[in-house]
């Protein structure tokens, strides 16, 4: 399970405990918080005048309300958010992912600004900073299709997760950051015309897309003219330009390199502040939790960030112990059955199942929980029952009819087919891709997604799909490969697939299988 990590040493302090969750649903996010309710609310409205800028400065078309919100839990310390993490970690101040639970994010109730040294005045990478970062990767993997350059994606995410706005409503926009300032006083400056001209099958510039990503961004959106030409360029790769072909709106690139290089050797830039009369953000309802949601939403965060494998069963032991008490309450039904299935306890998974299913045969969570474990057995058991697999599949049908954006519903009922060796139909592969783009930097929907369309014969579709979390991703040596999956394979986690091969390498293997195809083709014959 990839996530994003938000490093900061020692800037954060321990805060004060506090009581009972706190839970606030606004329009796109769904918060949780052990502090005051005002507090959280205030949170959440923050939240949802940062997506309202960041839609301003993309001319992004966004709903007013998605159906799958970003579920934000506000721990107490920095301490607290690593003992949600699956595995023993150090100086993380909160993290993010996107999973088939959702997209959600786990940080501490705490923003830093380190101290200015006197020459340099400006920001670290504060836990606002970074989830703000973040955010921004959801929100341009959500509106944005198109599979964009890393030194774009990672430097506008910096420049736009730097933005203050007060309680006036005022965003200051371009601020220094600290961080990647001193990165680009001491890496080795990568040429922009590499840098801009990524070609998965060569070595990534590596931590140059961050630091130089940020710098090149930042002096682009300096001036009207940079701004005109950032736009042509993305214009450009969003209409099917190749990355080497966007770079002619630039003219001389280097020349710009020259600019940007020099650029990034100040010590301030130039920010910009701007009010917004009404950032309406919208309903905020905020309730306090009930007893049963209270007492297992550590249960829930932990499903959605990793249990480990080693750990598993003793996991599904305390869910069993805390969900007791509350044994007709649906939220703890359908948190002790989904930590019973992730532990591998098939049977007692659906009994629970069958239980809920007594008193409530059209709960589209129940169905969804049958069906899904009996395909499972079904899998194990590599039944060729075809009124087995139908009877499953069945239920699955009927769950994603009454809750058609659950993406873990549209996934099992495409493995209904899958799994039983079949080539899911085009109802199935349909559900599949609205999945999709419903939690769009989920990596193994998005995966099973460029399979599909490969499985098919439609290589550019798989491209264009698997494209956009393919690029970035660091190249390894064989050491470090070796090393990364002993620590792997040490701290697996419960349900991970980790013989998948990488975004990176299924984008490689499918460009090769399109030149191959495109070097069979027989070639025109010459106008006449």
Known sequence: MFRHMLILLALLTPMTAQAEWTRAESRNFIAYSEGSADDLKKRVADLEKFGLILQALTGAKRPREVPVKITVYFMRTTEEVQETLPFPTYGVAGYYNTTMRGPFTVMPRISARAPSDGRQRGLTLSAKAILQHELTHHFTFQYFTTAYPAWYTEGFADYAGAIEIDDANVVKLGLFLQDRAASLRTAEWVPLRQLMNPDPRKPSPGFAVYSQGWITVHYLNSTPEGRKMLNAYLTAISRGATFGDALKVFGDIDALDREVRAYSRRSTLDATAIRYENLDVGPIDVRPLSPAEDALLPIQI????????????????????????????PYARRILIDAEYLAGNDAAAVALADRWLATQPADPWANYFKGEIETAILTKAKSTDDAAWAAARARIAAAMKAIPTEPRFARAYYESYSRRGMLPPATAQNALVEAMFLIPREGTLRYMVAADFEQRGMIDEAIATIGPLAFGIADETDREKRQRERVQEQYREAGDDTDRETPREMLVRLLAKKDAADGAKPAKPAAQ
């Open 302 to 329: 932990s499903l959605s960030s990793g249990v480990a494998a080693k750990r598993v069963q003793s996991f599904a032991d305390r869910v069993r112990d805390l969900a007791r008490p509350y044994p007709d309450d």
